[in-house]
Nanobody, 123 residues
Framework: QVQLVESGGGSVQAGGSLRLSCAGSSGTYTFRCMAWFRQAPGKERERVAAMNTAGTRLDYIDSVKGRFTISQDNAKNTLALQMDSLKPEDTAMYYC????????????????WGQGTQVTVSS
């Protein structure tokens, strides 16, 4: 059974930092792509960052480049998002996503999702 569980969300003032973690379980298989998405109230969900689990390629949306860092933790199928210099516009529910396929980690539709963790940045 595939499961993704996010943690690390919370409330912080602008300029602060948070680190999100996603613990994935995937049985005997290994995810090929993992990503962080976010959705703010009244807005569409957007892909924030994605990477292939080989660690050879990763990418970000322009609005978080230089502030957010996606990485894999030591354990397989575990993903992190270090968020620095947070802004009020980063406020959203953040979701971890993963897939066993890897046609393109940066444009593909993901099949597996976590329940989300709320990030709130106050000005």
């Amino acid at each position: 059974q595939v499961q993704l569980v996010e943690s690390g969300g919370g409330s912080v003032q602008a300029g602060g930092s948070l680190r999100l973690s996603c613990a994935g379980s995937s049985g005997t298989y290994t995810f090929r792509c993992m990503a962080w998405f976010r959705q703010a109230p009244g807005k569409e969900r957007e892909r924030v960052a994605a990477m292939n689990t080989a660690g050879t390629r990763l990418d970000y949306i322009d609005s978080v480049k230089g502030r957010f860092t996606i990485s894999q933790d030591n354990a397989k199928n575990t993903l992190a998002l270090q968020m620095d210099s947070l802004k009020p516009e980063d406020t959203a529910m953040y979701y971890c996503a993963a897939d066993f396929r890897s046609p393109d980690c940066f444009t593909m539709e993901y099949n597996y999702w976590g329940q989300g963790t709320q990030v709130t940045v106050s000005s």
